[in-house]
């Protein structure tokens, strides 16, 4: 794993340790460490960095991130390439976000009731009530350099790929794979 990668790792288990309630009541460490891992296939997930609760719990080999929240403990388990590990970081500290490459992230479950974000920002004080709510069943993630984003519907209720976030530095594609 490279210097920069595992920073990133780092970045992202200490927001989500200070941010984290801990493990949900009722689950224990193996439970947590399979819905990280039912968020993408079993050939990403079976070799991927495992983190729970702010904590890399198991070191993977593949270059993958798996996380069973994307929020602190929201339960929408997510698996990530490197380059969605760096919009993560960017979204935890607001910072900066640019990308050349593309990256891509796994959410198979998809969200739980009550787990959706504003489409417009990922900073709305009370997603739920934003004009703007979605929750999204289980679906990929893209990232792309942001020109690549043109003609590409904000529309989340049309049942194709969407751009959420579209005004922001963290913009990417969200690929439905379930109606």
């Known amino acids: 794993m490279n210097d920069s990668y595992q920073r990133h790792l780092n970045s992202i288990a200490a927001f989500l340790l200070v941010a984290s309630p801990g493990i949900v009541a009722g689950e224990d460490l193996a439970e947590r ?63 900066d976000f640019s990308t050349d490459k593309i990256g ?12 959706g974000v504003s489409n417009s920002t990922p900073y709305h004080p009370d997603p739920q009530s934003a004009e703007d709510y979605v929750e999204t069943g289980p679906h990929l993630m893209i990232v792309v350099p942001q020109e690549l984003l043109q003609g590409i519907s904000s529309d989340p209720t049309t049942g194709g790929p969407y751009v959420m976030w579209g005004e922001t530095p963290y913009a990417h594609i969200m690929i439905p794979i379930t109606d």
């Not at 080999?61 to 388990?77: H, K, L, V």
């Open 33 to 95: 460490i399979a819905l990280a891992r039912s968020a993408a296939p079993a050939a990403i997930s079976a070799d991927a960095t495992i983190i729970v609760d702010g904590k890399v719990v198991v070191e993977g080999s593949n270059g993958w991130t798996c996380m069973p929240d994307t929020m602190p403990g929201d339960r929408a388990a997510m698996c990530n390439d490197s380059t969605w590990m760096q919009l993560m970081n960017a979204v935890a500290t607001k910072g």
């Open 104 to 115: 891509i992230s796994y959410m198979l479950q998809g969200e739980p009731s009550g787990a």
